[in-house]
DNA sequence: AAGGATGCCAACCGCTGCGGG
DNA sequence: GCCCGCAGCGGTTGGCATCCT
């Protein structure tokens, strides 16, 4: 294997958050020519991005199906049978949550499953835990951090976790929806 | 009011499997 | 049969927001 990579090539690869303009770049472009194979959509699309990079931000955030934002308890109880039934096969999961990405539930199980878990066990686990319990009264209560915190990592994805997503999408503020809702989107 | 600790999410990295040449 | 490239998966890390002392 011979992996010579043109520097001048890697020099261009972006990583890190993406752009709102990047973003508007990969949903213009899947819109237009469909999903294909990821490093010729990056190169394509003008997207100086690795073909996985593309992958995963259309898989896990631009995709028009996607759903953001609280985990229902029924998702809770769902993701606790499937987990306890296939441990971590985050992507199997997935596919029996329509809208959800493996990546989203494996973050929801690590920091909150996980955790409740790992405290149930010190507590001597009352009974069965009461994780769907506790996990959905952060859910239905709306945990403070359960939604909004995200938003500054990709800097330009002031995300709606939530469902009742930030309508002042004005200015700087943008969502996902907001580029579906484009005419040019859904019609071209 | 300031600083530190904690929580959560997005993105990257490395590995594995599959298909095509 | 072997090699190469791509896609997908799971694990880990980085960074921002919020809460607590």
Same mark, same amino acid.
């Given at each position: 294997?011979?992996?010579?990579i043109s520097s001048s090539q890697e020099a261009e690869?972006?990583?890190?958050?993406?752009?709102? &303009?990047?973003d508007l770049i990969l949903i213009n472009y899947i819109s237009n020519h469909g999903e294909g194979v990821?490093?010729? !959509? /990056?190169?394509? /699309?003008?997207?100086n991005r690795t073909g996985k990079s593309c992958r995963l931000r259309w898989l896990n955030y631009l995709r028009p199906d996607v759903r953001r934002g609280n985990?229902?308890? &029924?998702? #809770?109880q769902l !993701?606790? &049978?499937l987990h306890a039934r296939w441990g971590n096969r985050w992507s199997k !999961? /997935?596919? #029996?949550?329509?809208?959800?990405?493996?990546?989203? !539930?494996?973050n929801f199980w690590r920091t909150r499953v996980q955790k409740k878990l790992k405290h149930g066990e010190s507590q001597s686990m009352n009974g069965?835990?009461?994780l769907t319990d506790e996990a959905s009264t952060s859910a239905g209560g709306l945990h403070p951090n359960a939604a909004g915190t995200a938003g500054g990592t990709a800097g330009s994805d002031q995300q709606h976790a939530d469902g009742n997503f930030s309508t002042e999408s004005s200015d700087n503020f943008w969502t996902v929806d907001d580029f579906w809702s484009m005419p040019s989107l859904n019609g071209d």
């Open positions: 294997m011979d992996k010579r690869v972006r990583k890190g958050p993406w752009t709102m &303009e990047e990821w490093n010729n !959509i /990056a190169r394509s /699309a003008g997207l985990i229902t308890p &029924e998702e #809770q !993701i606790m &049978e !999961i /997935a596919k #029996q949550l329509p809208g959800r990405t493996d990546n989203e !539930i494996k069965s835990t009461s």
